[in-house]
């Protein structure tokens, strides 16, 4: 088994905070963790609107 890189290392523990807060309904902190993972994976940040 190939170990993951750290920075997809960081990008799967962010899975857990991204769907509590959604399933708690915390849309800002479901926002912000969105947007760190895009910024992770050099994705383009959604603008608000």
């Given at each position: 088994m190939v170990e993951?890189?750290?920075r997809a290392a960081?990008?799967?523990s962010l899975?857990?905070?991204l769907s509590r807060a959604?399933?708690?309904g915390d849309?800002?902190?479901a926002r912000v963790?969105?947007?760190a993972i895009g910024?992770?994976?050099g994705?383009?940040?959604a603008l608000e609107g």
């Open positions: 993951p890189s750290p960081v990008v799967a899975a857990g905070p959604v399933a708690l849309e800002e902190a963790v969105h947007e910024q992770l994976l994705l383009p940040v």
